[in-house]
Structure formats: C-alpha cells, structure tokens
C-alpha cells in the first residue's frame, strides 16, 4: 500500500504560479500511476491530469492543459504538479491519489488518496 501527502498549495495572485508536490511512501510508490484531481466548495472532485508510473505518459483536462504540468522523481517518491497562468476558477482543495500502471480520470479508480493542499487563487 502506499500513503499520500500533498504540500505547496497557497495563496497566489491571477497570473501566478505554484508547485504542488505528492509525497508518496515507500519504493513501491514508482510502481503507481497518480493522478491530480481537485474540489471546491459545493462542487464534485474534478480530474486535474495525471501520469504513468514511468512518467512517460501524461494526460490533462482541458481546463488545464497548456498550463499544468505533471512530473515525477520515482526515486524520491515524488510526483509534481506545476501550475502557471493560475486563474481564479483553479482555486480549489487538490488531491494527489494513486493507481497501478496508468492513470484514469475517474476518481473511483484510485485506490490511495492523500489529504489535500488548498490552492487560493486571488482575483
């Protein structure tokens, strides 16, 4: 099994950039597609993108793409979430959450979830 943290979220200006990280535990954890999903108040948990336990495979929702980027750091259990071009509507809790292989954009396919980071965007 493996277990998530996410850190970096914060409050940012439109316009402006953050890194979020998901800590993951254990070396089993580069054997693990992740995926980014995100929810606001009121709102379903929407997929953000997610990545392929090699890093080589990347997938986005269109409301990010072009402004999201997806990493990975297997040997430091990491995955990434950069963020530009931050615009009001992508404030929202963000959750990293775990799946053998390859990611899905459907958050019932994910089987570990983490915490969550709060990102603010400032209009």
Known sequence: QVQLV???????????SLRL????????????AVGWFRQAPGKEREFVGGVSWSGGYREYADSVEGRFTIS????????YLQMNSLKP????LYYCAARVTVPSQNR?????WGQGTQVTVSS
């Open 6 to 16: 996410e850190s970096g979220g914060g409050l940012v200006q439109t316009g402006g």
């Open 21 to 32: 990280s998901c800590a993951g535990s254990g070396r089993t954890f580069s054997d693990y």
């Open 72 to 79: 990975r750091e297997n040997a430091r259990n990491t995955v």
């Open 89 to 92: 509507e992508d404030t929202a």
């Open 108 to 112: 019932y396919d994910y089987n570990y």
